[in-house]
């Protein structure tokens, strides 16, 4: 992903700093804390959208009920999701940005702003990028004007390097059901290329 090579000191440098960043203190209701997971020579990204209550609480990724049918779809162990070689985890707002009307308040745009290029720089081995949800879809694919459902459905033009997937969210299952194609083509797909990867 990266043709510029960095220090091994210079990475964590930046890893400290992303982690003592305040940018948005000021708007975030449960203050700074910034949750990720970082590993230069991870094979696969994924990218969410914000932690919430739960990973900011615990400082872990996913560690909610979503995290768990995501971890099902990608066919892998807590063991395999946590472990910095195999998943960098680099959701589109380090910091949990509060409730709204309907869920949780989108990514505050500073985040990415300042840190994301930073560090996807860094990244050395992405084989696969996992784009969760529609914020991630946004930034990455730079693709407003199409829905996150047209852009899961044509998932193979994007093969084998990019997959758009909703958000594992429980609030999701019915969107699910109403789209059946995303766990019986999407997720069995993306299952096996996780394998393979890690196999490798």
């Known amino acids: 992903m990266a043709s510029k090579a960095y220090s091994q000191n210079s990475t964590q440098a930046l890893l400290r700093r992303v982690r003592a960043c305040d940018l948005c203190a000021d708007h975030l209701p449960l203050g700074p804390k910034p949750v990720f997971q970082f590993g230069v020579s991870a094979p ?109 459905r044509d998932w193979e033009s994007r093969w084998p390097h990019t997959v758009v997937l909703p958000h594992p969210s429980p609030r999701n299952t019915r969107w699910l059901q109403q789209r059946p194609w995303v766990e019986k083509d999407i997720v069995p797909a993306v299952r096996q290329r996780v394998a393979a990867l890690l196999a490798a």
């Open 44 to 152: 696969i990204l994924l990218v969410g959208q914000a932690p919430g209550t739960a990973a900011h609480n615990s400082g872990i990724p996913f560690s909610d009920p979503s995290g768990e049918r995501l971890r099902r779809w990608l066919g892998v162990t807590p063991q395999s999701f946590y472990n910095p070689s195999h998943f960098a985890l680099l959701p589109m707002g380090f910091c949990y940005p509060g409730k709204g009307s309907g869920g949780d308040l989108p990514p505050r745009s500073e985040c990415a702003l300042h840190w994301r290029h930073q560090l996807l720089a860094r990244l050395t081995n992405v084989q696969l990028t996992l784009l969760v949800g529609a914020h991630a879809v946004r930034w990455h694919l730079n693709k407003p004007r199409r829905s996150l459902s047209d852009l899961a």
